[in-house]
């Protein structure tokens, strides 16, 4: 759906830049006229709200790399230099640190979006599948993060993290001191993670190219789930698209500026005020939210290296989507039973994110289990089933048909135009 | 996906954390500490300078016996949206100390008055050295303490502490623990002799002696010279150390907040402007081929 390029340059050396480097004809075909569905609902702006969050992360991290020090002794000092000291650092930092948490936060929407409206499936596969890649990629910057300002919590989280790869038989030992760069996590440790945490963001920003290219090769899905047929069924992405995701951008900001001002330590964690100490474990050692629920998967299974396996397993499961899910129908519009089980999985994981806040013991533990057996379950079980079973709802002919029209095909008595 | 039903599945997700939470409350090591009314609360909140040159006078006489502030410096007494002294009285605050500085020309260490640019001077030359004095164990120092200390708030508190901004438990935490010496009860074993029992210290036995006591501290603004009142102004003045830039924070912030509602709102009717013909007709969009 890409299309040729439709730019006609008017001035003198726009048209001499055009025979040479065509970029202005590229950004003109792939943000002014490329046609989106008309029907897109406010769920479909993330993905741009992600592009933005991933641009203010890395301004303020390139800001921030100008005033902090890589080493045990200075980290936590430098970081404190950093909110008393650096002009507007404290600003920088709650900026880059709940931008971190927004992030995470509109990568969890956007993908329950795809989930909601199927919008894995055939021809999305790939461009899904980057998503899920970008998915781990955020993980490991996020965690690499949040070890910098080398507080007990930083400490700890990597040492815990790190000890992970331990559980891999035979070469577990080795793989972990060859991660530390010596005998326990110190100094070559944190060297090594401020230098990847520079580099994946600009590594996670190609992938989003890809991203992008893939979804506009294959076109934006929409709530109908039905590929637009018509040029009705389209608008041009300027100024519609622009002007909605615009909107909806700032309504985050307001949210993100709601925790950067007010409240910016409410996301984080009081013990990452105290300095890293190695001889000192902290009482319960809790990984930032967003991470929450893979953590509580970790800790559900009783062997360990069950538990690492059963953690990758459950971000990796997320790439076969595509083929597990079996329906015809992409949209959960008109899939009632896939309806309820989706918002059941919504619960399920924002349970076990609670889970993964508690102490790992007696009934948050059994819980934990519980929840973690019907993530699979969902995956597994529930969705491959369900396309076979189900009895969907019929499709609309076209997205302008739905909007007109309700969502009931035409020739069974249609409700009166509705607006959306 | 609809606002009722996304509201729904929240409902639900708070539902099942309540039920789950129920069982198994019963680590609760830790007793909530009393929650005070702070001038720095809520969007709005300022510090109150007299009240943090006052904790700064109860930190200077008692606790910096004891405890490092090695983050402050003493230009910071003179910034705004702090105690803000005058930078006369910052300097003859610094001037009252003496601070180790050097190698000088013949290569040797010497001591100097203090100057506003130097950072606080510990009270022990080293960790060792804190721990011998203390009983083993170490004070630790008070540059973050305010941020570095909270208490669980559970379910659903933690959901609502979002909505009304309550993010003070560091300071209700100290002033608690500034007032929650008791006498140790019958069947409390004290690991230590050098120890104390207080009611909210995690664990209730803590290497600190009660530091402070009614009249410790002459007050020259005429507050009361009670317990009460000093772990009070100590606690904000370590949540100000802790915090120095929060007036400047959240008034910006405000600025912040009005710009990005009116731009939003705007954002708002220019989208409902241009999605006006779309939303009245399918053909009305003209298709620019
Ligand atoms: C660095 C993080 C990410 C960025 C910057 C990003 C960016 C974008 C953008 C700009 C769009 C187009 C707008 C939209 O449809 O919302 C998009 C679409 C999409 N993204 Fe992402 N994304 C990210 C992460 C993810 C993740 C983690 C997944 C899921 C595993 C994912 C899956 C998708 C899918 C399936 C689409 C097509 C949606 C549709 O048309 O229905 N993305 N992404």
New interface residues.
Partial sequence: MSGHS?YQPQSPFMKWMERRLPIAGLIHSSFV?YPTP?NL?Y?WTFGGILTFMLGVQIITGIVLAMHYTPHVDYAF?SV?HI??DVNYG??LR?LHANGAAMFFLAAYVHMF?GM?YGSYKEPREVLWILGVILLLLIIATGFMGYVLPWGQMSFWAATVITNLFSAIPLVGEPIVSWLWGGYAVGNPTLNRFYSLHYLLPFVIAGVVVLHIWALHVAGQNNPTGVEPRR??DT??FT??AT??D??LM??F??LF??F???????LGH??N??PANPAVTP?HIVPEWYYLPFYAILRAIPNKLMGVVALGASIVILAFLPWLDTSKVRSARYRPLYRQFF?VF??VC??LG??GS??A????VI?ARILTLYYFAHFLIVLPLLGLFEKTKPLPNSI?ES??HGDVPLGASAPPPV?? | ?NLK?TI???A??GA??GA?AT??A??AEQVTPPRQSWSFSG?FGKYDPAQLQRGFKVYKEVCAACHSMN?LRFR?LAEPGGPEFSLAQAAAVAAEYKIKDGPNEQGEMFERDGRIADAFPAPFPNDAAARAANGGVLP?DM???A????YERG?PWFVL??FT?Y?E??PDYLTALMLGYREKPADFTMPSPTMQYNMYF?GHAIGMPPPLSNDRVTYDDGAPQTLEQYSKDVSAFLMWI?E??LV???R???Q??IF??V??GL??F??KK??HA???E??A?E???
């Avoid at chain 1, 950067?260 to 409410?266: K, L, R, S, T």
């Avoid at chain 1, 013991?361 to 948050?364: A, D, K, M, V």
């Avoid at chain 2, 941020?147 to 909270?150: L, S, V, W, Y």
Wanted: hydrophobic share 50%.
């Fill in positions: 439709l006229v008309r609902n769920w000092n404190e909110m008393r404290w600003l709650y979006r909601y040029d009705t608008v041009p100024p519609y002007i909605k615009s909107f700032i309504v900001c307001i500026a709601w950067v001002f007010y409240m910016p330590n409410y009081a013990d005020y105290i009482t918002w919504v619960v924002v349970g609670w889970l508690k102490p013991e007696g009934g948050y819980a302008t909007v007109l607006k959306t | 996906m039903r729904l599945a929240f639900a997700a099942l954390a789950l069982p198994a019963h680590a969007p983050l910071n630790p540059s973050v303490i941020k570095a200390r909270t379910f502490d979002m901004q993010q438990q560091g995690p802790a120095p830039h400047a924070r959240k910006l912030g405000f912040v907040m990005l509602i731009f939003a954002l708002y220019t989208k241009v999605w779309v939303d009245l399918p053909g969009v298709k620019k081929a």
